[in-house]
C-alpha cells in the first residue's frame, strides 16, 4: 500500500512508438501525483477514525476500505515508538493509521521527499535516511527511546 501527499503534481509519459514494446507502453500515461510518497512494505496497518477500526490491509476489501477513507486527507505528524518499532500516521480530518513491523529484518515503511531521498524504517526499529538508491547494512542506525 501506498500514500502519496503534498502539493499534486503532474506526471505525463509520452508513448513509446517503437513496434516491439507492449501496448501499454504505445499510450500517453498521465497521472496526478504528490510530491511525497509512502510505501507500506512489510507491516501490519490499521486506519482508525474516531478510535473505531475502519480499515486494515489484511484482506482486499479492507484495504480498499481504508485507502477510501484516507483519501482526500492531509497527513500532520508521525511518530514512531523506538522500543517496538509501531508508527503512527494522523491526518488533518481524524484519521490515524496505525502500523505494526512483520518482521525485524523487513523495510516496514519508507518515505520517499521530492529530492528523492528516502527514510526507511526497518521492523527491528533501525531507520535509514539516505539520498536514494539501494542502502548499505552499515547505513542502519538505532531509534533512540
Known sequence: MSLEFGEPRLSIR???TRSDV???????????????LIMFWACE??????????????YPKRRERMARAIDGQKL?????DATTARSTFEFDLGGRLETRPCGDAYDQWWLEKPNGSYLKL????????????????????????
Do not use: H, M, Q
Open 45 to 58: 496497518c490499521r486506519y482508525f477514525e474516531n478510535d473505531e477500526r475502519k480499515g486494515d490491509n489484511f
Open 76 to 80: 500532520l505528524t508521525v511518530s514512531i
Open 14 to 16: 509520452e508513448p513509446i
Open 122 to 145: 526497518r521492523g527491528d526499529g533501525c531507520y535509514s535516511y539516505e539520498a536514494g538508491g539501494e542502502l548499505e547494512e552499515k547505513t542502519w542506525r538505532r531509534l533512540l527511546p
Open 22 to 36: 507492449t501496448e501499454g507502453l504505445r499510450r500517453r500515461r498521465i497521472s496526478l501525483r504528490g510530491e511525497w
